[in-house]
């Protein structure tokens, strides 16, 4: 298994930005698919972004479409998140992880999972 770490989180004004970073070690990514998923406190964690590690191709939630760009950097091992026009309904834990699922939305099927890093938008 691969290890994901995050960073980037914080406090945010709504309507600024805010970009996460997702470090990853300790094996190929190849045939992975790489996600970021939230959780607020109450409330499940629910799918944000994913993107295909070899491909780059992406899927978003309904709720980051337009506002959310998930890339990475291949030569840096690093996935991010780049979050714009924040809304206080976007504030929770950000979690980055790891699935062999190509481009799946489901958290069960991610297999990796950093520790989270938080968001917190003020209104």
């Known amino acids: 298994q691969v290890q994901l770490v995050e960073s980037g989180g914080g406090l945010v004004q709504a309507g600024g930005s805010l970009k996460l970073s997702c470090a990853v070690s300790g094996g190929t990514l190849r045939s992975y698919t790489m996600g970021w998923f939230r959780q607020a406190p109450g409330k499940e964690r629910e799918f944000v972004a994913a993107i295909s590690w070899s491909l780059g191709s992406t899927n978003y939630a309904a709720s980051g479409k337009g506002r959310f760009n998930i890339s990475r950097d291949k030569a840096k091992n690093t996935m991010y998140l780049q979050m714009n026009n924040l809304k206080p309904e976007d504030a929770a834990v950000y979690y980055c992880?790891?699935?062999?699922?190509?481009?799946?939305?489901?958290?069960?099927?991610?297999?990796?999972w950093g520790q989270g890093t938080q968001v917190t938008v003020s209104s």
């Open positions: 992880a790891a699935s062999t699922n190509y481009m799946s939305g489901v958290a069960l099927t991610y297999n990796s």
